[in-house]
């Protein structure tokens, strides 16, 4: 091989490595500003307010707004469950810092609908983005725990989604 052409080559690889760290700076400055996460769901227009609240939630209404392809939040609740009164109150709190309105239904309600196939224990908090279930709360795992019985969690594991 000749002179010129080890030049050409030594001069190619440089241009590709610089080119590798480029992209390979892109794709870390990417990852770490969130740029591959799943985007926040976006509630529909109508659900936020000044004056939020927690309303209650029929199936009828619930199968019209999955129907709908509605984003909204529904509280799955059970009368006498101190669990469930706490994390109620989690869920106004985080309603009126975050200026929207949320939906309540009731346990024995919710058996009948499609969330029945995603959660399996009350209470919960469903996030519910263009009809489907993006997240939910798990009364049944210990990983969830913590945003059962500590406001600053529960906040934080809503708004990672909202």
């Not at 996460?37 to 309303?55: A, F, G, H, Q, S």
């Not at 406001?151 to 909202?162: I, M, R, T």
Request: with cysteine; aromatic share 14%; proline share 2%.
């Amino acid at each position: 091989m000749s002179a010129e052409k080890k030049k050409q080559m030594g001069v190619l690889g440089l241009v590709v490595a610089l080119v590798v760290v480029l992209l390979g700076g892109l794709v870390f400055v990417g990852a770490t500003s969130g740029w591959f996460d799943d985007p926040k769901v976006v509630l529909d227009v109508e659900y936020y307010t000044d004056m939020p609240e927690i309303k209650d939630l029929s199936v009828e209404e619930y199968t019209n707004l999955v129907e709908a392809k509605k984003s909204f939040v529904i509280f799955i609740d059970q009368s006498g469950c101190v669990t469930a009164e706490r994390v109620r109150e989690y869920l106004e709190e985080y309603i009126k810092e975050a200026g929207f309105s949320a939906y309540r239904m009731m346990f024995s309600d919710m058996k009948t609908t499609s969330l029945h196939d995603y959660v399996k224990y009350y209470p919960s908090v469903v996030v519910m983005d263009r009809g489907t279930v993006r997240a939910f709360l798990r009364a049944d795992v210990d990983d969830d725990a913590e945003m059962y019985n500590n406001y600053d969690a529960f906040k934080n594991w809503l708004a990672q989604y909202l």
